[in-house]
């Protein structure tokens, strides 16, 4: 078994698909599933599988009746590895990662004006920034 971060899309936000993280936790080790836990009530669970990726994200939307993207202990790993912003962007409540269900093809045109973007190598994660200047004073502002 290993461990893997199930991330439930639109769970607690602005009001809507409300869900108790501990009738969350309950009803995922009622199915089977080992060592559940979950972060604040943002709907990201940390749980124990031995099952694929891609197999637990279908077992799992059919259970909770939500969009869900599954990612392993290596891919967190490789994404914070990955970062291509170095000290350059050092506010951590500015940086944000994003998980996709599937490769990106390509990004917007206005996207690619007001945002730094990467994407890792499987394409199924992306992180960005508004554009930052590289002038040390304004970084530190």
Excluded at 129 to 136: A, D, E, I, Y
């Amino acid at each position: 078994m290993a461990l893997v971060v199930a991330l439930l899309r639109g769970v607690n936000v602005g009001g809507n698909r409300k869900l108790s993280m501990a009738e969350l936790r309950a009803t995922l080790a009622t199915a089977g599933y080992g060592e559940v836990r979950t972060h604040l009530q943002s709907g990201n669970v940390i749980l124990d599988s031995a099952k694929k990726p891609a197999t637990l994200e279908r077992e799992l939307e059919q259970l909770l009746r939500v969009q869900i993207v599954v990612r392993t202990h290596d891919e967190l790993v490789d994404v914070v590895a990955r970062d291509p912003f170095g000290e350059l962007a050092s506010n951590g409540s500015r940086y944000f990662v994003t998980f996709l269900s599937g490769p990106v093809t390509q990004v917007a045109a206005s996207n690619r004006a007001t945002a730094s973007c990467s994407s890792s190598a499987d394409g199924r994660s992306t992180r960005g920034f508004p554009k930052v200047s590289t002038n040390r004073s304004a970084r530190s502002s």
